[in-house]
């Protein structure tokens, strides 16, 4: 509407006939869709899960009589985690917000909720220093590869809900709020990581 009516002052000496009906009432202004900056754009995506167990610190020795001299000991024991690909352009500042809202897992069939899984520990990649603690910013601009560890299901109380259930597929969501906009991510189709080692 401030638009037309710009158009209308413009033009009058041009072309007759704008007015405004002053009984009239504007209609209020909405909200703008996206409250980021104009010239910031965030693309992020799930780029890999894997769905298997809650892993205990690995800080300490391994206890472990397979092991070889000097060689270290592979643990059974396989991590739920989510991994993102997160890329930040075009941007009037230096750094933007990410905050995690939560993480659930569903039925990839039909799109159900089954759990909240909790994340922690972000890191990010470094390419000379591999995963590192990651403070939960996104420098701008900058493409980021982050992962978070994830509680694990409690496959128990899933696998009495869900027929064939080592080949059943899962979608994990996550929602997120990037300097106060808040979006949904969303994996594909995913599996639970097998207990044996193949």
């Given at each position: 509407?401030?638009?037309v009516l710009g158009?209308?002052?413009s033009?009058?000496l041009l072309?007759?006939g704008c007015?405004?009906d002053?009984?009239?009432e ?5 909200p703008p869709d996206?409250?980021l900056p104009?010239l910031?754009?965030?693309n992020a995506?799930?780029a890999g899960v ?6 205990p610190?690995?800080?300490g020795?391994?206890?472990?009589g397979?092991?070889?001299?000097d060689?270290?000991?592979?643990s059974?024991?396989q991590q ?8 930040t352009?075009s941007a009037?500042r ?9 993480v659930?897992?569903?039925?990839f069939?039909?799109g159900?909720?089954l ?6 520990d972000?890191?990010?990649w470094?390419e000379s220093?591999?995963?590192?603690e990651?403070d939960e910013?996104?420098p ?6 982050t992962?978070?560890?994830l509680?694990a ?8 809900r869900?027929d ?9 969501q996550?929602?997120?709020?990037i300097?106060g906009e808040?979006r949904t991510?969303?994996?594909g189709?995913?599996?639970r990581v ?5």
């Amino acid at each position: 509407m401030r638009f037309v009516l710009g158009l209308c002052a413009s033009s009058a000496l041009l072309v007759s006939g704008c007015f405004l009906d002053h009984n009239s009432e504007l209609p209020p202004e909405e909200p703008p869709d996206n409250p980021l900056p104009e010239l910031v754009v965030v693309n992020a995506e799930i780029a890999g899960v894997t769905l298997g167990d809650d892993c205990p610190s690995t800080d300490g020795d391994i206890d472990s009589g397979a092991c070889a001299d000097d060689a270290p000991c592979p643990s059974l024991c396989q991590q739920s985690n989510l991994q993102l690909a997160i890329e930040t352009v075009s941007a009037d500042r230096s750094s933007l917000t990410w905050e995690v809202i939560e993480v659930t897992l569903h039925d990839f069939e039909t799109g159900d909720r089954l759990q909240e899984l909790t994340p922690r520990d972000p890191r990010v990649w470094e390419e000379s220093e591999g995963y590192l603690e990651w403070d939960e910013l996104l420098p701008v601009p900058s493409e980021l590869s982050t992962t978070y560890d994830l509680q694990a299901p409690d496959w128990g109380s899933i696998s009495g809900r869900i027929d064939a259930f080592w080949s059943h597929s899962f979608q994990v969501q996550m929602v997120v709020e990037i300097e106060g906009e808040r979006r949904t991510l969303t994996s594909g189709a995913v599996y639970r990581v097998s207990d044996i080692d193949t």
